[in-house]
């Protein structure tokens, strides 16, 4: 019942909740137990909803060591894990490890898994980051050929941003929204108004960019709290609408929290904290 409990609290954008249910159930069980390993599982998904990556990722490593011992390397339940991990090493910018998994996934993988896209789109984001972009258009491009994913699409709109394409870019973010205006998916909604925002900017429109970006704060902070990737990138993106609209009072209050999160929960070398500080050195001073 617990379980479910917890299934349902993530599902419905609740991972506080379900993290702290998901630990309630680890006292319970032994170590080897079935429902440890599930009630595990769910933990790392929902530490890696809140934006604890780090967190979420050494959850996953654990249980892959407890998981194999029992199921073998090759049980489904492991391959899942696996893609969950590889996607919080990919917000952590674990370049290395997020290739060679990604590599080991796609050969563990049918060609027709559903997986095999949020694999992918994990790897298409690391090279985003490191200004691949047209490394990453290619990957999206081929893996989208087995079907189209949310996650794939906006990993092709980022790489199309990233190459000054920006009309496309933003055809693309039109035509994903307008098929998941009914969903009640906070994290790929604020991604949404994330990356639509950046490429209004992009365009030169920061007026239009604005209510985006702010409404890519809000529910990614509804969602995820204020430390995921993805809220950080929302709030980075307003900071950078508001230094567009000359705002620069704003832009450097907003801009200096930002650069000062980044650095705490991602580490000074991280690309955005690079990006984050260059972007506020780079604004008149007021």
């Known amino acids: 019942m617990r379980l479910h409990m917890a299934r349902a609290l993530i599902a419905s954008g609740h991972p506080a909740q379900a993290e702290e249910l998901a630990r309630i159930i680890l006292t319970v069980y032994p170590a080897t137990d079935g429902l440890r390993l599930q009630a595990s599982n769910l933990r790392a998904r929902a530490l ?12 996953h490593t654990a249980l892959l060591a407890t998981a194999t011992a029992i199921h073998g390397e090759d049980a489904r339940v492991l391959l899942s894990v696996r893609v969950n991990r590889l996607q919080q090493l990919a917000f952590l910018a674990e370049h290395d490890l997020v290739e060679r998994e990604h590599r080991a996934l796609l050969l563990a993988l049918a060609d027709e898994d559903p997986l095999r896209g949020a694999v992918s789109g994990a790897r298409a984001f690391t090279l985003n980051s490191t200004g691949h972009h047209d490394e990453a258009e290619a990957m999206v491009r081929a893996a989208l050929t087995h079907g189209a994913d949310t996650t794939l699409l906006m990993g092709l709109a980022r790489s199309l ?14 035509d ?24 209004l900017l992009g365009l030169d429109r920061p007026d239009e960019a604005e209510p985006r970006a702010r409404r890519a704060v809000e529910t990614a902070q509804a969602h995820h709290g204020p430390h995921h990737h993805y809220s950080l990138e929302a709030a980075t993106t307003l900071a950078n609408v508001l230094g567009a609209q ?4 704003d832009a450097t209050e907003h801009l200096t929290r930002c650069a000062t999160a980044w650095r705490r929960h ?18 008149p001073r007021p």
Do not use: C, K
Not at 48 to 59: F, I, M, N, Q, S
Not at 164 to 171: I, P, T
Not at 246 to 249: D, F, G, L, V
């Open 246 to 249: 000359h705002h620069h009072t």
């Open 161 to 174: 941003r990233g190459q000054g394409r920006h009309e496309e870019a933003l055809q693309i973010l039109a």
């Open 266 to 283: 991602f580490g000074p070398h991280h690309p955005r904290t690079i990006a984050t500080e260059t972007e506020l050195a780079a604004l």
């Open 48 to 59: 890696g909803r809140l934006g604890r990556h780090r967190e979420a990722v050494d959850e």
């Open 176 to 199: 994903t929204e307008a098929r998941h205006q009914q969903a009640r998916d906070g994290e790929h909604t604020s991604l949404l108004h994330t990356l639509t925002a950046q490429t």
